[in-house]
């Protein structure tokens, strides 16, 4: 794992220097001194699926990862908030729309990604269509034109959601 990997090299607690140290069966960062363990959690996602009229919402991302890619309204959630409002807001600063959720389509993550995503249906209640500051542009898509999927769980996402709609495919 290596301090230099994860960016932490001194204790949260004490602020002297971390070193490596098997604990419960794994290689983690641990203090000498105050006998601090940094356990290295997840970052949380919202993402949002907006379907109208067999056409898909979609966001052309102004940031990294993948720039300039065609991908779902998503965002990381912000300590204080459910990751039910995240959702919400991320949509509403890459689109201008307010939204509903509807329902949950599911919880993706992978052992090699830090990152686990919460994906959410959701209806338009309000709002303006325009692009948003981390987004280059927002369109809609016919679900037989859409653009290629720029994540590892895309297509699995789509077809979870496509299941909420089976009329559509």
């Known amino acids: 794992m290596g301090d230099m990997q994860h960016g932490i090299k001194f204790c949260q607690h004490c602020g002297n220097r971390l070193s490596e140290a098997s604990i419960e069966g794994k290689t983690r960062q641990h203090c000498a001194e ?12 919202a993402v949002v699926l ?20 065609w991908a779902f309204p998503s965002g990381y959630v912000d300590r204080g908030e459910s990751v039910e409002q995240a959702a919400v807001r991320e949509v509403q600063e890459e689109t201008g729309l307010v939204v509903e959720l509807n329902t949950m389509v599911g919880l993706y993550s992978r052992a090699e990604s830090h990152v686990v995503l919460a994906v959410y249906d959701a209806r338009i209640t309000g709002g303006g269509l325009r ?20 994540f590892p769980h895309d297509t699995q996402i789509l077809s979870d959601w496509l299941g909420l709609y089976p009329h559509w495919r």
């Open 34 to 45: 105050c006998g601090h363990v940094v356990f290295l959690d997840p970052k949380l996602a």
């Open 131 to 150: 692009a948003g500051y981390d987004a280059e542009e927002v369109d809609w898509f016919s679900l037989g034109k859409l653009p290629p999927l720029p």
């Open 50 to 69: 907006i379907g109208e009229e067999r056409r898909l919402l979609m966001v052309k991302r102004g940031v990294e990862p993948a720039l300039g890619a």
